[in-house]
Antibody, heavy 122, light 108 residues
Framework: QVQLQESGPGLVKPSETLSLTCTVS??????????WSWIRQPPGKGLEYIGY???????SYNPSLKSRVTISVHTSKNQFSLELTSATAADTAVYYC??????????????WGQGTLVTVSS | SSELTQDPAVSVALGQTVRITCQGD??????ATWYQQKPGQAPVLVIY???NRPSGIPDRFSGSSSGNTASLTISGAQAEDEADYYC???????????FGGGTKLTVL
């Protein structure tokens, strides 16, 4: 079955760019049946949608993060990535990658990666 | 604040039935999706669409919707159902995904 795994630095300095990669195994990212998504969870808080990208290139970003977010799909490595510029302490969170799909008038995210904690601190 | 509202905490006696709700205007047009998250773990999909369970999710989990409210019902709650539950759907524009604030379920 499809599995996702996040990777990237666990510590980012304020004002720098937070960059994460999600490696997909068990299925291709080059499928427009799914969208490749990032979701985060600040410590002790709820889930926050960051955005997603279809293989075809269309994207959707959380309006509150849109000016700082870029999601890309890399078919040669079967990966997709997240870049969040101008990081602040408020971006400290567990970051999850997930495969999204639109079924029966609902967005569903499944499976999810295990999550990676990114701390923004000097 | 989220466009989807969930009660922060709900409790249920072992073996009893509990309903967890998610409210939002967009739920008049879209179904909610439900996830279970246990401490230190990634969320797990439990219900999507009108009332669909992925393989491996016990049939004591069910979903329903009425007006602007979606509900996740656990019939005969078990100790292992103690977790945080999140709903997601679209925002009022229909263009963006949103999550509810989550409900912490305690099984007494």
């Amino acid at each position: 079955q499809v599995q996702l795994q996040e990777s990237g630095p666990g510590l980012v300095k304020p004002s720098e760019t937070l960059s994460l990669t999600c490696t997909v195994s068990g299925g291709p990212v080059s499928s427009d049946s799914y969208y490749w998504s990032w979701i985060r969870q600040p410590p002790g808080k709820g889930l926050e949608y960051i955005g997603y990208m279809f293989y075809s290139g269309s994207t959707s970003y959380n309006p509150s993060l849109k000016s700082r977010v870029t999601i890309s799909v890399h078919t040669s490595k079967n990966q997709f990535s997240l870049e969040l510029t101008s990081a602040t302490a408020a971006d400290t969170a567990v970051y999850y990658c997930a495969r999204g799909a639109w079924l029966q008038f609902s967005d569903l995210f499944d499976p999810w990666g295990q999550g990676t904690l990114v701390t923004v601190s000097s | 604040s989220s466009e989807l509202t969930q009660d922060p905490a709900v409790s249920v006696a072992l073996g009893q039935t509990v309903r967890i709700t998610c409210q939002g205007d967009s739920l008049r047009s879209y179904y909610a999706t439900w996830y279970q998250q246990k401490p230190g773990q990634a969320p797990v999909l439990v219900i999507y669409g009108e009332n669909n369970r992925p393989s491996g999710i016990p049939d004591r989990f069910s979903g329903s919707s009425s007006g602007n409210t979606a509900s996740l019902t656990i019939s005969g709650a078990q100790a292992e159902d103690e977790a945080d539950y999140y709903c997601n759907s679209r925002d009022s524009s229909g263009n963006h995904v949103v999550f509810g604030g989550g409900t912490k379920l305690t099984v007494l």
